[in-house]
């Protein structure tokens, strides 16, 4: 099964800064990575699938990249409704897993 | 517009079997490249993958949980359901099912509001 850490475990950022969030596989998955948002009492929203492409409705501050085992999401500049729990997704094996999560929280 | 749903019971004591049925709308599990997959999440932790039905009747399954689950189809009520043996009381959270199509590939684009379970005697 493959493992995926998420690094680092909490970011501690202000509005308006940037944020980068790190996501490394245990094996190869190619590009098959999607990164969710998780907010309080909601389910997971898709942010970005294939590991670069933004699902619909997306604001473009988000961006992902990497291929491989290294990934990386990106939030250009912090708005107040993006402080949530990021999780990224593997779905390069017959099998998907989850990563076990960044929260970003206001500094 | 498509849209999922999940529905079981929220209380299943240590041992029992838990069945919980995802019934959707907006889309056809017969369509090339969609599935519907089952995640959990134990209050206050991590997402976890259980298992995905796809649109040619193949189903995968989490390897750590493989032996107990089971995912099915009942395509005359849009519905899928999954059961889950032997619950135990690490077993509770909330359990989600969602959509995946071809052009997401194995990303959920759409989910349901999730079901909370508890397992307790």
């Known amino acids: 099964e493959i493992v995926l850490t998420q690094s680092p475990g909490t970011l501690s950022l202000s509005p308006g800064e940037r944020a980068t969030l790190s996501c490394r596989a245990s094996q190869s998955v190619s590009s098959y990575l999607a990164w969710y948002q998780q907010k309080p009492g909601q389910a997971p929203r898709l942010l970005i699938y294939?590991?670069?492409s933004r699902a619909t409705g997306i604001p473009d501050r988000f961006s992902g990249s990497g291929s491989g085992t290294d990934f990386t999401l990106t939030i250009s500049r912090l708005e107040p409704e993006d402080f949530a729990v990021y999780y990224c997704?593997?779905?390069?094996?017959?099998?998907?897993?989850f990563g076990g999560g960044t929260k970003v929280e206001i500094k | 517009q498509i849209t999922l749903k999940e529905s079981g019971p929220t209380l299943v004591k240590p041992t029992q079997t838990l069945t919980l049925t995802c019934t959707f709308s907006?889309?056809?599990?017969?369509?090339?490249?969609?599935?519907v997959g089952w995640i959990r999440q134990p209050p206050g932790k991590a997402l976890e993958w259980l298992a995905l039905f796809y649109w040619d009747d193949d189903r995968r399954y989490s390897p750590s949980l493989q032996s107990r689950l089971t995912i099915s189809k009942d395509t005359s009520k849009n519905q899928v359901v999954l059961a889950m043996t032997n619950m135990d009381p690490v077993d509770t959270g909330t359990y989600y099912c969602?959509?995946?199509?071809?052009?997401?590939?194995?990303?959920?684009?759409?989910w349901g509001q999730g079901t909370m379970v508890t397992v307790s005697s």
């Open positions: 997704q593997q779905y390069g094996s017959s099998t998907g897993t």
């Open positions: 969602a959509h995946k199509v071809i052009t997401t590939g194995g990303a959920f684009d759409i």
């Open positions: 907006g889309f056809s599990l017969s369509t090339d490249g969609v599935g």
């Open positions: 294939g590991a670069s």
